[in-house]
């Protein structure tokens, strides 16, 4: 080929792929409205899709024992609410509703809705075929066969992968129905149900439901910071969103963790926060390290980010609240509050919108820098940085002050009652000045000298981070000085690891294949996590039907 | 160096750069043709539109996209990729030091291991040609191909590491090992000779076993394949009868004089397999943890990462490009009747 023609081609393939990206459209132009509703009543104006009652009918037809049998043998926890058991004011209203299954309501349901067996009510039902796990297939198809099974619903499957998923739900209009799955950033029922059922929050996740009714529970349960108010409330909101089903609860899936013989102190509670400070190895230990002063923990997770007031995602959070110390925190393995860097819990003004810490004085990062007020005000400013997790604590907090060297004063933007359990996340882990400066984000720092019971002395880019003792840290010394987390590519990779003895423990993630053939290897232990894992489908409030 | 030559050359090097050109230019608009944008894919729903658009702005995925495109045409010239898009948006040059030599200490070892192997292999066979041995290696040479590379790699794992406990199973070197290594060039096994560690060394060699002989064996196939073909041909020519009635040795005949002959399809072989080597490191580097661009490459397409995927696919051109100029180069030394 000469070269003119060379240059020829290569000209053409520009124009072409030019040309191409600019047909590219966004998601919604290439899904095909299919949702219908009888024809016989075509509304001469577009209406939502979604009645209360047709989303009844769902929770009534759909059956999650079934799902949790046919599909996960059992493993998986049917949820009768968004919020997980193990979780303050948790209450199972789907289930006082509609019990595991009632059928016979979801016909009566659809049938005074106006559909027959001749005119039933077809619905694309949307879900991500690989973000899931491979699983979620076998999930829709058993709940299809549960909604047709009222000979009044037909449901046509639709998958896409999440990438286009995402952009089209969060577009608003292109899905009817579909699958999502949520863990939460805190505990505190708030968390699972704000954000799919207020006004404000729910089209940030394709719901985009608004009723004035659900916003002023929401919003009384929320600034409310008694208890016993808090409960009746949420027990209401309860009730309220099985009538009202603006999301529709599916089951909670486990995560699992393998240790080998002599690795103690396993125990991970309804926070899922995995303490390394409290693993010893007892008798009969035999550590993947050789020795007794190293641990090698095993994940298939990655490093995100490590800056606190940017990192948003599980692992980071585990890695950043074993190296640094929250004002409040959880003790290992339950979801009880106690003191972090907090001298005492917070005093809370009389309106609820002031929340008044005072500090340990003892507190110094691993360095040796002492920890004043000021660096909680610095931790503020950070978050104009725009990092990932900014919005999570900016919609709360409106201003943050320093009275003195050991009081640290939070102004929220309303009241918040569960304000305290969101200082127990790893967003308020005080940064070292001198690693994360105050105007800019470092997602990588060489090193992290915390405030928690390790500091990160490397972290080797996909192969291991390396965890060594503070010294300066005020609680608890760590049981084992030294941790390796070690990066696997695949969870089978892993699995085989922790079988071989390369690895002490196996965490996140593995999968239920993995998890059950390590329970027959002897020398290991294989524990189930009842893990915050929400799975659940959205009914689209935006998505309409009818009218031109 | 004869000028004619001279010429061929810098005429060959200066094709590189359309193919190159052409390849990140499809890899960049299809990349942005595919659905699904960075932001949303790393973070999902948990940020709000006005947040996901902030960081659109900021990472200047907003501008127009013929802007973008000669943005990253100017940076690939420079060698400066800019900055990933997720997973902490850290400068890709940097990325790139520690994953490229991880991938090309992997896929080295691999590619001598099948050439030399497979060439040997297929020579062998061509001189016991509708022997047993000829029937074994061919059998042989079909499985291997075959087989796919990521059950081949877990088949080992369980064998040769969790059964046997002959090799390690995953990662660059021991975990202990690691903790203290100070690599200055990230080719951690020349750092581990120019440092002398031989701890190190040791460990490394262990865990390169398994990778490279998995990536190495996939590929074999297709060189003993075409070696013994053209060895055959070779065999009957017209100097190994003379060679052979001259009384020379037939195993001096065989991989001195009729192998000799045979290297040019091969060396062409060599040049089109390094890219299906490539290929096979991504495959490999999951199954066996092995930190290298592979991996990378893989989870950045999940993740949309237009940056990191343009750039791996850059360094990946610009590999197969280099590697074929040097097959078209050595073709003049390994047959002199090739002139330029």
């Known amino acids: 080929m000469s070269r003119k023609s060379l240059y020829s081609l290569f000209a053409a393939l520009v124009v072409l792929a030019m040309v191409l990206s600019g047909c590219g459209g966004t998601p919604e132009a290439t899904v095909a409205p299919t949702a219908e509703v009888p024809a016989v009543e075509e509304p001469a104006e577009a209406r939502p899709l979604w009645t209360p009652e047709l989303k009844q009918a769902f929770a009534a037809a759909i059956d999650r024992e079934v799902i949790v049998d046919r599909v996960f043998e059992g493993r998986n926890t049917p949820a009768y609410h968004m919020v997980p058991a193990g979780y303050p004011y948790a209450t199972e209203p789907f289930l006082d509703k509609y019990g595991t299954r009632d059928l016979e309501m979801a016909k009566a349901l659809l049938t005074d809705a106006g559909y027959t067996e001749a005119n039933p009510f077809v619905v694309d039902l949307w879900y991500p075929p690989e973000h899931y796990g491979t699983t979620t297939a076998d999930v ?14 037909q449901v046509n499957l639709q998958s896409q992968n999440w990438a286009e998923y995402v952009n089209a739900f969060v577009e608003g209009e292109a899905y009817p129905v579909f699958m999502l799955g949520w863990f939460p950033d805190f505990v505190d029922p708030d968390t699972w149900l704000t954000p799919f059922s207020s006004c404000i ?92 002063d190293t641990i090698i923990i095993g994940t298939t997770d990655e490093v995100n980010s490590l800056d606190p ?44 919108k002031t929340f008044t810490f005072t500090l340990r004085d003892d507190l110094r990062f691993a360095d040796g820098t002492p920890v004043t007020s000021a660096d909680y005000v610095r931790m503020w400013d950070r978050f104009a940085n725009e ?18 060297d050991l009081t640290v004063v939070y102004h929220l933007k309303d009241s918040f009652g569960f304000f305290d359990a969101l200082t127990a996340t790893a967003p308020f882990v005080p940064a070292h000045p001198d ?36 010294p300066e840290y005020s609680g608890e010394p760590a049981i084992i000085p030294n941790v390796i987390i070690r990066y696997f590519a695949d969870p089978t990779t892993m699995s085989n690891a922790v079988e071989k003895g390369e690895i002490d423990v196996a965490w996140r993630t593995l999968g239920p294949v993995e998890a059950t053939r390590l329970q027959d290897v002897a020398g290991l232990n294989v524990v189930k996590i009842d893990a915050p894992t929400l799975r659940y489908l959205v009914f689209n409030m935006n998505y309409m039907v009818g009218g031109e | ?23 990140v230019t499809m890899v960049f608009f299809v990349m942005r043709v595919l659905p699904g944008d960075p932001i949303r894919s790393q973070l999902g729903p948990k940020v709000s539109e006005a947040q996901a658009e902030a960081i659109r702005e900021r990472l200047g995925l907003n501008r127009p996209l013929t802007v973008q495109y000669f943005d990253f045409l100017w940076r690939m010239v420079t060698l400066d990729f800019g900055n990933a898009l997720t997973q902490g948006e850290r400068p890709i040059r940097d990325e790139l030091s520690e994953l490229l030599p991880a991938t090309i200490e992997l896929t080295l070892p691999a590619m001598t291991l099948t050439a030399v ?183 950045r397409i999940e993740l949309r990462d237009y940056n990191a995927v343009q750039s791996v696919i850059a360094v990946f051109a610009l590999a197969v490009g280099a590697i074929s100029v040097m097959v078209d180069v050595l073709y003049a030394f390994v047959d002199p009747r090739v002139r330029y």
Not at chain 1, 142 to 147: C, M, N, P, S
Not at chain 1, 323 to 352: H, I, R
Not at chain 1, 439 to 464: E, H, W
Request: net charge negative; charged share 15%; glycine share 8%.
């Open chain 2, 1 to 23: 160096m004869s000028a004619s030559f001279r010429n061929f050359v810098v005429a060959r090097v200066l094709l590189t750069v359309p193919m190159v050109l052409i390849l």
């Open chain 1, 387 to 404: 990092g990932q997790v900014s919005g999570l604590i900016q919609i709360y907090v409106e201003s943050v002050e320093a009275p003195d």
């Open chain 1, 201 to 292: 929050q729910s089209p940030d996740n394709g719901v985009n439901y608004c009723d004035e009714k659900m916003d002023e529970l929401l919003l009384k349960a929320a600034a409310s910071s008694d208890p016993a108010v808090r409960e009746a409330t949420y027990a209401e909101i309860g009730v309220y969103y099985a009538e009202q089903v603006p999301t529709l609860p599916l089951f909670f899936e486990p995560e699992f963790i393998t240790y080998r013989d002599g690795v103690e102190g396993v125990t991970i509670g309804a926070p899922f926060e995995f303490n390394y400070n409290v693993l010893s190895f007892g008798a009969g230990a035999s550590p993947a390290s050789g020795n007794t």
């Open chain 1, 140 to 153: 829709m198809q058993v709940i299809k066969e549960q909604l047709e099974e009222t000979g009044l619903m």
């Open chain 2, 117 to 299: 192997v497979g060439v040997l292999s297929g020579a062998y066979a061509a001189q016991r040609r509708k022997r047993p041995a000829d029937y074994a290696i061919r059998v042989f040479s079909i499985v291997v191909y075959a087989i796919p590379v990521f059950f081949l790699g877990l088949m080992f794992q369980i064998i040769f590491s969790v059964r046997l406990g002959l090799f390690p199973l995953a990662g660059r070197m021991d975990a202990l090992l690691l903790r203290d290594f100070r690599p200055v060039t990230n080719f951690y096994v020349v750092d581990a000779i120019v440092q002398g560690n031989w701890p190190a060394l040791k460990s490394l060699l262990l865990h390169l076993v398994m990778p490279s002989v998995t990536l190495g064996l996939i590929l074999m196939g297709p060189f003993i394949r075409l070696t013994r073909v053209n060895m055959i041909e070779a065999l009957q020519a017209d100097y190994i009868t003379a060679g052979r009635a001259r009384g020379l040795p037939e195993r001096r005949l065989t991989y001195r004089h009729a192998l000799r002959n045979t290297f040019i399809p091969i060396l062409t072989l060599i040049g089109l397999q390094f890219a299906l080597l490539l290929a096979g490191a991504v495959l490999t580097e999951t199954t066996f943890s092995w930190p290298g661009m592979g991996r990378y490459l893989v989870k």
């Open chain 1, 309 to 352: 007031q940017d990192a948003y995602a599980t692992h980071d959070w585990e890695i950043l609240k074993n190296t640094g110390l929250t004002l409040l925190q959880y003790t290992p393995g339950t979801a009880d509050l106690v003191l972090g860097a907090a001298a005492a819990f917070p005093e809370v003004s009389d309106d609820g």
């Open chain 1, 435 to 470: 690693t994360f400066p105050t105007d800019s984000i470092v997602a990588f720092p060489d090193k992290i000298d915390g405030t928690g019971p390790y500091r990160m002395v490397s972290l080797t880019s996909g192969q291991q981070m390396v965890l060594a003792a503070n």
